[in-house]
């Protein structure tokens, strides 16, 4: 008989912590954030909540990148007209982030598309000049964000065309 409430207990003390993980909702605090840095670099942030009792978690950004690379020359301006490349990717990146009292803060930064096999004559140095980011999404745990911010051509998408990036 004793066995049997020994078995019943430890059932139950398993029931329990399952069910409290399986009730843990996950939920953003405050509005998640997507920004383009200087360097033409887009960053996911987020804090989310309700992660449950687990030491870490995945945390994944992700976008459709347009990049707009031109050659300069040593003056400072773009000699001709064809010296001008736009690429479109996607581009992601996952990290696992520490999960503390089932709360986590998720920082991350994506590169643009890269150039591919566009490349400058002599006398001329590549740069990113402009990039547009769109379809970008942050997923912390189990809560997902669209982080699209602003309307540009009826399109949720977050560009910068102030860059002057060397490469």
Not at 45 to 56: A, E, K, R, T
Not at 129 to 138: H, M, P, S
């Amino acid at each position: 008989m004793r066995r049997i409430w020994i078995c019943l207990a430890i059932a139950a003390g398993v029931l329990a912590v399952l069910a409290s993980s399986a009730s843990a909702a996950a939920n953003f605090h405050g509005t998640p954030t997507a920004t383009i840095n200087n360097s033409g670099q887009l960053v996911c942030s987020g804090d989310v909540s309700g992660l449950g009792n687990v030491s870490s978690t995945t945390a994944t950004c992700s976008a459709t990148s347009v990049a707009t690379y031109q050659c300069i020359n040593k003056g400072g301006h773009n000699p001709a007209a064809g010296n001008k490349t736009t690429v479109t990717g996607d581009v992601s990146d996952t990290e696992e982030v520490p999960v503390h009292n089932g709360r986590a803060t998720a920082n991350i930064t994506l590169d643009p598309t890269g150039a591919g096999s566009f490349s400058c004559p002599s006398g001329q140095t590549l740069y990113l000049v402009a990039v547009c980011y769109n379809n970008i999404t942050l997923t912390i745990g189990d809560a997902t964000a669209d982080l699209g911010s602003v309307c540009r051509d009826d399109l949720l998408v977050l560009c910068r065309d102030d860059l002057l990036v060397r490469q």
